[in-house]
């Protein structure tokens, strides 16, 4: 279950380094006067809010391993970013849940190349005690479950909706959540019975969730 985390992590990592490689070679090198402090440059980066726990370890130890950086990281939803980076916010990194994402980003404020970081897919997560008694994706239909999912306009809002749609369920949705993090937290505050999440979600909550497998046949892979 921590593989796809460490996938994350080492893929991340890879593009955060890049950036800040980038960073530094727009900045002046410090002088070499005794005593003098080596200059601070600053990496920002746009990232989807599932992206929320392997970006922030990461941002922890690359300052750490290289003095003088600061990495400054905003968590959103993946259209949320798209729009932030289309009306002009600036930045170094841009981290989206999946490439079909991307597809609104004005091409012309990318500069550089894009990559594929690592794979997803979705899992339901339910209250560790799974009150609902929530087993299959087909029980997302039962009338006495709260189900929550993420907004219709976000990444795993789309995937959720699609998985649903192959398995044939109408699922008792009591509310729409603006990010996938939002929508786990549901969960996590015992709000609802069921969520449909990523499985990254389900293995970085640590216990705070039980992760309900979806059958590969209707679930849906984001990359």
Same mark, same amino acid.
């Given at each position: 279950?921590?593989?796809?985390?460490?996938?994350?992590?080492?893929a /991340?990592?890879?593009a955060?380094? /890049?950036?800040?490689?980038?960073?530094?070679?727009?900045?002046?090198?410090a002088?070499?006067?005794?005593g003098?402090?080596p200059?601070?440059?600053?990496? +920002?980066?746009?990232?989807?809010?599932?992206?929320?726990?392997?970006?922030?370890?990461i941002?922890?130890?690359?300052?750490?391993?290289?003095?003088?950086?600061?990495?400054q990281?905003?968590?959103?939803?993946?259209?949320?970013? +798209?729009?932030?980076?289309?009306?002009?916010?600036p930045? #170094?990194l841009?981290a989206?849940?999946?490439?079909a994402?991307a597809?609104?980003?004005?091409?012309?404020r990318?500069?550089?190349?894009t990559?594929?970081?690592?794979?997803?897919?979705?899992?339901?997560?339910?209250?560790p005690?799974n009150?609902?008694?929530? #087993?299959?994706?087909?029980? /997302?239909?039962?009338?006495?479950?709260?189900?929550?999912?993420?907004?219709?306009?976000?990444?795993?809002?789309?995937?959720?909706a699609?998985? /649903?749609?192959?398995? %044939?369920?109408?699922?008792?949705?009591?509310?729409?959540?603006?990010?996938?993090?939002?929508?786990?937290?549901k969960v996590q505050?015992?709000?609802?019975?069921?969520?449909?999440?990523?499985?990254?979600?389900? +293995?970085?909550?640590?216990?705070?969730?039980? %992760?309900?497998?979806?059958?590969?046949?209707?679930?849906?892979t984001?990359?």
């Open positions: 279950r921590n593989a796809l985390n460490a996938e994350v992590r080492t /991340l990592a890879s955060l380094a /890049l950036a800040a490689a980038v960073g530094v070679a727009g900045c002046s090198a002088g070499g006067t005794p003098s402090q200059t601070r440059h600053t990496v +920002v980066i746009l990232a989807a809010s599932s992206l929320t726990e392997p970006m922030t370890a941002a922890k130890d690359f300052e750490a391993s290289h003095p003088g950086t600061d990495i990281v905003s968590f959103s939803a993946s259209s949320t970013v +798209v729009s932030q980076v289309n009306q002009g916010a930045a #170094d841009i989206l849940a999946g490439t994402a597809e609104p980003l004005n091409k012309n990318v500069v550089g190349s990559a594929s970081l690592a794979r997803n897919t979705l899992e339901i997560a339910t209250p005690s009150p609902g008694k929530v #087993d299959a994706i087909t029980d /997302l239909s039962r009338p006495n479950l709260n189900v929550v999912l993420c907004a219709a306009t976000v990444p795993c809002g789309k995937a959720a699609k998985a /649903l749609s192959a398995a %044939g369920v109408v699922a008792h949705v009591v509310s729409y959540e603006t990010d996938v993090k939002a929508t786990l937290t505050l015992g709000e609802a019975d069921a969520a449909i999440v990523y499985h990254s979600d389900v +293995v970085s909550a640590d216990g705070r969730v039980r %992760g309900v497998p979806i059958p590969a046949s209707v679930n849906q984001l990359d």
